[in-house]
């Protein structure tokens, strides 16, 4: 079982930065986490995956440059560095993880954390 709690959404201005965090709960498993979003009346969709190792990310096409993704092991916590914030990515943010060893669709995910919301609004 693993349980996952992100915190660290907020409300900033376009062009901000805001950074994501995920706390992690497992004892044992080497997952491959990742970072959704959904934003109101749309589709969910996938905004970075990496791998246990931390040896391969994959990004969604609008964030690749501007959005990062790392995690920490030692602490079971996954990070999202967003920067150039745009009005379009308001949305709910959300950490999941995998049992697999690359990961990226929602279809690859096996748990979910409840989200962060994160507004862009000047």
């Known amino acids: 079982q693993v349980q996952l709690v992100e915190s660290g959404g907020g409300s900033v201005q376009p062009g901000g930065s805001l950074r994501l965090s995920c706390a992690a709960s497992?004892?044992?498993?080497?997952?491959?986490m990742g970072w959704f979003r959904q934003a109101p009346g749309k589709e969910r969709e996938a905004v970075a995956s990496?791998?246990?190792?931390?040896?391969?990310?994959s990004y969604g096409d609008s964030m690749r440059g501007r959005f990062t993704i790392s995690r920490d092991n030692a602490k079971n916590t996954l990070y999202l560095q967003m920067n150039s914030l745009e009005p379009e990515d308001t949305a709910m943010y959300y950490c999941?993880?995998?049992?697999?060893?690359?990961?990226?669709?929602?279809?690859?995910?096996?748990?979910w954390g409840k989200g962060t919301l994160v507004t862009i609004s000047s």
């Open positions: 497992y004892r044992f498993g080497r997952y491959c």
């Open positions: 999941a993880a995998s049992g697999a060893r690359y990961c990226f669709k929602s279809a690859d995910m096996d748990w």
């Open positions: 990496i791998t246990f190792e931390g040896d391969w990310t």
